[in-house]
């Protein structure tokens, strides 16, 4: 018993005794980001929001944009808005299933509101209606704030020059981060016969320091564009780059060339061969032995007597 109050004792005095240095003790600090600012991004913003004033005069308040989503495995949704006089007046949604493993066809559900209908729907993956004044009047909202630790400000626009993305990115999300902000896929503006304007593709460097992410609305059913089913070997970043963003050109169907076949000039069948099958296919292709153009199934019973006349004739 005495051996148990004197150890006591100790340990209340040395507690005591560097209690100080717990008190004043500072947490280990822990290392953040430097918070980012948008720097010259917002000045593109102020140059693209001018060019659509501009633009928005001249069409008039008429044009639509879209907006898609999908997933590597196939599945996915779109969404476009159709504004007439600078007010939504439709909004239409698709969207396509995964493929089944037993081969069913896929799942799909379209729908598409007018009117006072608009904005009725439930679903949370449609884009809400929304008019591009709304969409420049909420990404000057989002610019004017800091970018938070651990978070990039991406901004981007299409070839023209009008507003596609300003959103906050997670850097410390790898893949299909949260995105806090806009982002549309593209544009159309009636006054230009329906102009499809899309985002001009990133170089590969930029496709590479942004994680290899592979467009919205791109869809691979049934496979990954990273592995190359026909060699069974992984495809290459740049593969997959030039696969996805490579100029791919469009080759007219060449007809073929097939000779004409000659009524007066048709040779005849030997006698004893009988007469030629009633029942054929309809292809056409050249027949063996010169005798013009026919089915298959008359090319099959002119080269079996053409070889039984041989063998005859080499007995």
């Known amino acids: 018993m005495k051996f148990a109050v004197c150890a006591f004792s100790y340990f209340t005095h040395m507690l005591l005794f560097f209690s100080p240095t717990l008190v004043n003790a500072q947490p280990f600090p822990h290392k953040q980001k430097i918070q980012e600012e948008w720097g010259g991004q917002k000045k593109q913003f102020e140059k693209s929001f001018k060019l659509w004033l501009e633009i928005k005069d001249d069409c008039r308040g008429n044009y639509s944009y879209t907006k898609k989503w999908s997933s590597w495995t196939g599945f996915g949704h779109t969404t476009t808005i159709t504004v007439s006089n600078n007010r939504v007046t439709e909004r239409k949604f698709e969207s396509v299933g995964a493929p089944h493993p037993d081969g ?75 995105v806090k902000g806009i982002n549309i896929n593209s544009i159309s503006l009636s006054n230009q016969k329906g102009l499809h304007l899309k985002d001009s593709p990133p170089t590969f460097e930029q496709w590479m320091a942004n994680g290899r992410k592979l467009p919205e609305g791109m869809m691979f059913i049934g496979g990954s564009p990273w592995f190359n089913e026909s060699t069974g070997q992984n495809r290459t970043p740049r593969d997959v780059y030039e696969m996805v963003y490579g100029k791919k050109e469009k080759k007219s169907p060449t007809k073929p060339n097939r000779p004409q076949l000659k009524p007066n000039k048709i040779k005849p069948f030997p006698k004893h061969w009988g007469d030629p099958p009633r029942r054929q296919t309809r292809d056409l292709r050249p027949l063996p032995g010169g005798y013009g153009m026919g089915s298959g199934t008359l090319a099959r019973w002119i080269q079996e007597n053409l070889d039984r006349d041989q063998k005859n004739i080499s007995n």
């Not at 729908?111 to 949370?124: L, M």
């Not at 709304?134 to 901004?155: N, R």
């Open 104 to 178: 069913r066809p896929v799942d799909k559900n379209r729908w598409t509101e007018r009117g006072e209908f608009i904005g009725s729907s439930s679903n949370k993956q449609a884009h809400p209606p929304k008019t591009l004044d709304q969409l420049y009047s909420e990404a000057k909202e989002l610019l004017a704030k800091p970018i938070p630790p651990f978070h990039k400000g991406v901004l981007r626009l299409n070839k023209q020059g009008l507003l596609l993305s300003c959103y906050l990115l997670d850097t410390r999300i790898a893949d299909d981060g949260p």
